[in-house]
Structures are given as C-alpha cells and as structure tokens.
C-alpha cells in the first residue's frame, strides 16, 4: 500500500522555523516529490519540488530563499525546512508523488498524496 505520512507542522511565531517530513511507506521513494500547501479558502498551491536524486528543486516565488527541501532516500524520507516563517504560511501542507512531467507545480502531475499537516504562523 503505497503511503506518504507527514510530520513537523505546529503552531510558530513569525520569524519561527518548522521542519516538515514527508515518510513514504509501500514503495521506494525513487520519485521525485512535491510539497504542495492549501490555506483555507484558497487552492492547493505548489510551493517546492526535488527529483528523484535530489540533484534538481524548485521552488515557488512566495517561499523562493526562506524553505529549502531535500531528501533522504536511504530513509524514504523528504524534508521541508521552513525558514523565517510568515503568518501567510499559514496552511495544510502535503507531499505528493510526481507521476508524470509537465509542470512541477500542478497537482494533476502527482499521483499519490499525504494526509497533511497543519503549520500555524502566529503570534
């Protein structure tokens, strides 16, 4: 049963750090992955991306220099470190398993999705 369990979210102050882990379970995690987030009332958002040997990421202008993703394959495991935190940070944040190779950001490229985390930027 292929499975994501993300961990890490909380609730943090502004200028706070959160690190989110994503734990794939089911399958080796030789794909790369997307952090996506939705904030209430909004749309799920892309906000960074790391293939499948980490050598490439991207990541979304709003968090572009503040989150820095990466991975560990030996522990089926992708991080999101998330620096200098913004109350409009404020959201669900899920990992994703990419399926297929348009752009990175968009949702229907993904297949396999997490439960979600919540991170809470407030003071």
């Known amino acids: 049963q292929v499975q994501f369990v993300e961990s890490g979210g909380g609730l943090v102050q502004p200028g706070g750090s959160l690190r989110l882990s994503c734990a794939a379970s089911?399958?080796?995690?030789?794909?790369?992955i997307g952090w996506f987030r939705q904030a209430p009332g909004k749309e799920r958002e892309g906000i960074s991306y790391i293939s499948t040997s980490g050598g490439i990421t991207y990541y979304a202008d709003s968090v572009k220099g503040r989150f820095t993703i990466s991975r560990e394959n030996a522990k089926n495991t992708v991080y999101l470190q998330m620096n200098n935190l913004k109350p409009e940070d404020t959201a669900v944040y899920y990992c994703?398993?990419?399926?297929?190779?348009?752009?990175?950001?968009?949702?229907?490229?993904?297949?396999?999705w997490g439960q979600g985390t919540p991170v809470t930027v407030s003071s």
């Open positions: 994703a398993r990419r399926r297929s190779f348009g752009r990175w950001y968009a949702s229907s490229e993904y297949d396999y």
């Open positions: 089911g399958f080796t995690l030789d794909y790369g």
